[in-house]
Nanobody
Framework: QVQLVESGGGLVQAGGSLRLSCAAS????????MGWYGQAPGKQRELVAE???????NYADSVKGRFTISRDNVKNTVYLQMNSLKPEDTAVYYC????????????????WGQGTQVTVSS
């Protein structure tokens, strides 16, 4: 079994910072791209940031210059440092990873975390 466990959400005032963490665990052969998606109330889930195993990153335009994604390949953990937070950043943030499980090393699968709430007050 493979699972993603997130931590770090919460309530913060506008202009503040939060750091999200997501650790992949279980019977893992390899971890490819990891990332964070945000889903605001009544809206679709959208990519916030992603990072490849080689460290290449991609950000949504709305967070460029404010958020930084990083990862620890030894710990299979991805982080999202969120600075200069705005009320419009309020959403449930989901961790996502492309993982090859030991049970099926010829297949890369999508895995999602349970989501963590980020609320930014004005």
């Amino acid at each position: 079994q493979v699972q993603l466990v997130e931590s770090g959400g919460g309530l913060v005032q506008a202009g503040g910072s939060l750091r999200l963490s997501c650790a992949a665990s279980g019977s893992i052969f390899s971890v490819s791209t990891m990332g964070w998606y945000g889903q605001a109330p009544g809206k679709q889930r959208e990519l916030v940031a992603e990072i490849t195993s080689g460290g290449n990153t991609n950000y949504a335009d709305s967070v460029k210059g404010r958020f930084t994604i990083s990862r620890d390949n030894v710990k299979n953990t991805v982080y999202l440092q969120m600075n200069s937070l705005k009320p419009e950043d309020t959403a449930v943030y989901y961790c996502h990873a492309l993982i090859t499980p030991l049970s099926s090393i010829w297949n890369v699968r999508d895995y999602w975390g349970q989501g963590t709430q980020v609320t930014v007050s004005s």
